[in-house]
């Protein structure tokens, strides 16, 4: 099976601006979360998205969306976008639930300048 | 914030030799898992142990989780320099994974 894929790898963008970053699961599995991972804050959860709906949220603000799509594809969007969004986003897949093993893309790397 | 912490923050080793990496946690777990993440790279599993188990092994891999200590380790034995990445402890609440801060390994050939 195909891993996980996340486009773009790279991106660099100016503050006020968006950014729009995808992922696609692993054939058959369900559950799409994101992660951000910043030197200082080190891995953090973002949200957590199930046969379409978000089904978990971590403490971040509104600016930091996402959705999915009826083939379990994902995309998280940053708005506004601020210095300190600069980060490694992370998208993984599982089956079902985040008590299994997930299964992590290679990230895209965003700077914000 | 992180649930867990992990100690040593890094650690330095000769080929051959042992790694041994600790991760503790806060709160009451179902299963506790172990990634790998080179420089800058997406993050692979290496072994998820549950909360009924005390010790698993998965080739050079070794680990074990003590519940009432809050605390895992992982061992791996053997090391090459291909083993040099961040390690870290990951702990499912809900449908999230708490990591770790996460520890530094280098290998040196």
């Known amino acids: 099976k195909a891993g996980v894929t996340q486009t773009p790898r790279y991106l660099i963008k100016t503050r006020g601006q968006q950014v729009t970053l995808s992922c696609s699961p692993i054939s058959g599995h369900r559950s799409v979360s994101w992660y951000q991972q910043t030197p200082g804050q080190g891995l953090q959860f973002l949200f957590e998205y199930f046969s379409e709906t978000q089904r978990n949220k971590g403490n971040f603000p509104g600016r930091f969306s996402g959705r999915q799509f009826s083939n379990s594809r994902s995309e998280m969007n940053v708005s506004t976008l601020e210095l300190g969004d600069s980060a490694l986003y992370l998208c993984?897949?599982?089956?079902?639930?985040?008590?299994?093993?997930?299964?992590f893309g290679p990230g895209t790397r965003l700077l914000v300048l | 914030s992180q649930q867990g912490e992990e100690d040593p923050q890094a650690l330095s080793i000769q080929e051959g030799e042992n790694a041994t990496m600790n991760c503790s946690y806060k709160?009451?777990?179902?299963?506790l898992q172990w990634y790998r993440q080179n420089s800058g790279r997406g993050l692979v599993h290496l072994i998820l142990i549950r909360s009924n188990e005390r010790e698993k092994h998965s080739g050079r891999l070794r680990v074990t989780l003590d519940t009432s200590k809050k605390s895992s380790s992982l061992l791996i034995t053997a090391s090459r320099a291909a083993d040099t990445a961040s390690y870290f402890c990951?702990?499912?609440?809900?449908?999230?994974?708490?990591f770790g801060e996460g520890t530094q390994l280098t290998v040196n050939p």
């Open positions: 709160t009451s777990i179902n299963n």
């Open positions: 993984a897949s599982s089956p079902g639930t985040a008590q299994e093993t997930q299964y």
């Open positions: 990951a702990t499912p609440s809900g449908s999230r994974l708490t």
